[in-house]
């Protein structure tokens, strides 16, 4: 699609809901002209509106829940939809999951992703250094992912999910259909917290703690206001 052909239409369409009855007459006639011209159609046009960014997932083929939480914690919040996905690199899988939405959903996404990705590895990393060394690796990872899932649930408590209009859902959905001709499969994600020890639920409790002290602010889509930070 030629961009600047399609921004002339929108801007046709834009003037098409101009009070003045000419003026909305003609810029119709001209939009629908364009169209025809190029065989661009609405639903072209929807799908045009739909943007994507990709941010790096810090996991591997197949997302800790902890990870999984927290992308679709910032979809939510911004109105954005998400795709996981992973491509070997040498002998180890490294993974990355792509936002898109409209109107600037999908680049604040996934600048909030970014963010809290760091601020939940560094934590849970200080988490981590505060344990016996002696124990089981099995056990760290396990302690590990608990606390990180309950730092996301924390987190989590301050997101009003972002109510999209009907219009932005047949838009999204227009993308997701013309993009992936099959149906997306569904990725189920690791959990390494199975098995959980009575003495792990202090692992949950300090990651609760930790993430209430995180500052989640959604700001304006379509911007980078989102402020995103720790209250410590």
């Given at each position: 699609?030629?961009?600047?052909?399609?921004?002339?239409?929108?801007?046709?369409?834009?003037?098409?809901?101009?009070?003045?009855?000419?003026?909305?007459?003609?810029?119709?006639?001209?939009?629908?002209?364009?169209?025809?011209?190029?065989?661009?159609?609405?639903?072209?046009?929807?799908?045009?509106?739909?943007?994507?960014?990709?941010?790096?997932?810090?996991?591997?083929?197949?997302?800790?829940?902890?990870?999984?939480?927290?992308?679709?914690m910032v979809a939510a919040a911004f109105g954005a939809e998400l795709v996981y996905s992973a491509r070997p690199h040498g002998d180890r899988w490294v993974g990355a999951v792509e936002f898109y939405g409209l109107n600037g959903a999908a680049e604040v996404a996934g600048y909030a992703f970014a963010v809290l990705g760091r601020q939940l590895k560094r934590d849970r990393n200080a988490y981590l250094a505060t344990l016996n060394k002696r124990l089981k690796r099995a056990t760290k990872v396990r302690r590990g992912d608990l606390y990180a899932q309950a730092w996301v649930d924390a987190v989590a408590r301050q997101v009003v999910p972002h109510q999209r209009s009907e219009a932005e859902d047949q838009a999204i959905a227009a993308y997701k259909a013309h993009r992936w001709e099959t149906p997306l499969e569904s990725r189920q994600a690791r959990d390494n917290t199975k098995g959980m020890r009575s003495h792990d639920y202090d692992a949950w409790h300090q990651g609760r703690a930790d993430g209430k002290k995180v500052s989640f602010h959604q700001g304006v889509t379509g911007s980078r206001q989102a402020a995103i930070g720790s209250d410590s």
């Amino acid at each position: 699609m030629d961009r600047k052909i399609l921004d002339k239409i929108k801007k046709c369409l834009a003037l098409a809901k101009s009070s003045e009855a000419h003026e909305a007459a003609a810029a119709m006639r001209q939009a629908q002209k364009l169209m025809a011209r190029h065989g661009i159609t609405s639903e072209t046009l929807a799908i045009s509106d739909v943007e994507s960014h990709k941010a790096k997932a810090g996991a591997g083929k197949t997302p800790p829940t902890h990870v999984a939480m927290l992308a679709n914690m910032v979809a939510a919040a911004f109105g954005a939809e998400l795709v996981y996905s992973a491509r070997p690199h040498g002998d180890r899988w490294v993974g990355a999951v792509e936002f898109y939405g409209l109107n600037g959903a999908a680049e604040v996404a996934g600048y909030a992703f970014a963010v809290l990705g760091r601020q939940l590895k560094r934590d849970r990393n200080a988490y981590l250094a505060t344990l016996n060394k002696r124990l089981k690796r099995a056990t760290k990872v396990r302690r590990g992912d608990l606390y990180a899932q309950a730092w996301v649930d924390a987190v989590a408590r301050q997101v009003v999910p972002h109510q999209r209009s009907e219009a932005e859902d047949q838009a999204i959905a227009a993308y997701k259909a013309h993009r992936w001709e099959t149906p997306l499969e569904s990725r189920q994600a690791r959990d390494n917290t199975k098995g959980m020890r009575s003495h792990d639920y202090d692992a949950w409790h300090q990651g609760r703690a930790d993430g209430k002290k995180v500052s989640f602010h959604q700001g304006v889509t379509g911007s980078r206001q989102a402020a995103i930070g720790s209250d410590s």
